[in-house]
């Protein structure tokens, strides 16, 4: 049950890799786990600022995961869940969802005594962890849904053999992002 029928919004990012796997392609996504409960989730935390959201998740990727990548400017999903807030009432937070190409995973990183990391193929990752949105985003991707990978790796591969003087660290953000409340 909610107290309030207003909702907060979180930024989250999809640390993933293309894998050849039984001579297709495929993908695995870094995981971590959450601070308190050890439950495995996606890196995600608030927007800050004026950054982009896309910005934002890459940005809690390396805070909690220690991943480097290419972030693509639109969410790729985005599904809620019941936030326990530091009071312990909870609050609906709607979570936007950014494909990050990983492309390097660091061995130090600001959480990393708070945090454990695991790859896994989509359909794995949708087992392991709890939360029932997340779980449904991660089914939807590595069904039909894999074809939203395939466009982000191309476009944002498209970007990393573009010709510019100083390599963007994310594309641009969408043309109409989802609004801050």
Same mark, same amino acid.
């Given at each position: 049950? #909610? ?12 640390? #993933?890799?293309?894998v050849a796997e039984h %001579?297709?392609?495929? #993908? ?7 601070? &308190?409960?050890? +439950?495995? =989730? ?5 927007? &800050?600022?004026?950054? *982009? @959201? *896309?910005?934002?998740? *890459?940005r809690e990727a390396h805070?909690?995961?220690?991943? !480097?990548?290419?972030?693509? %400017?639109?969410? !790729? ?6 936030? $326990? ?10 979570? #936007?969802? @950014? ?6 995973? +660091? ?14 193929? =989509? ?12 779980? +449904?985003? =991660? ?7 894999? &074809?939203?990978?395939?466009?982000? =790796?191309?476009?944002?591969? /498209?970007?990393?053999? /573009? ?6 660290? $994310? ?7 989802? &609004?801050? $409340?």
């Open positions: 049950m #909610f107290l309030n029928t207003k909702s907060v919004q979180q930024v989250a990012a999809l640390p #993933f890799v293309p %001579g297709a392609d495929s #993908f695995e996504v870094l995981l971590i786990t959450s601070r &308190k409960r050890g +439950r495995w =989730l996606l890196p995600k935390g608030w927007p &800050k600022g004026k950054a *982009a @959201y *896309a910005d934002d998740a *890459a805070e909690e995961a220690g991943v !480097i990548g290419r972030i693509h %400017g639109d969410p !790729i999903g985005d599904y809620t869940y019941a936030k $326990s807030m530091r009071g312990g009432y909870p609050v609906r937070s709607h979570v #936007f969802v @950014y494909p990050l190409l990983v492309c390097e995973h +660091r061995l130090d990183w600001p959480e990393r005594d708070a945090r454990s990391c695991r790859w896994a193929g =989509l359909a794995e990752a949708a087992g392991l962890v709890e939360d029932k949105g997340l779980a +449904r985003l =991660l089914r939807h991707l590595s069904g039909s849904g894999e &074809k939203a990978l395939d466009q982000a =790796l191309a476009s944002l591969s /498209a970007a990393a053999t /573009a010709p510019s003087e100083s390599e963007p660290v $994310s594309e641009t953000a969408p043309a109409s992002p989802p &609004k801050r $409340s």
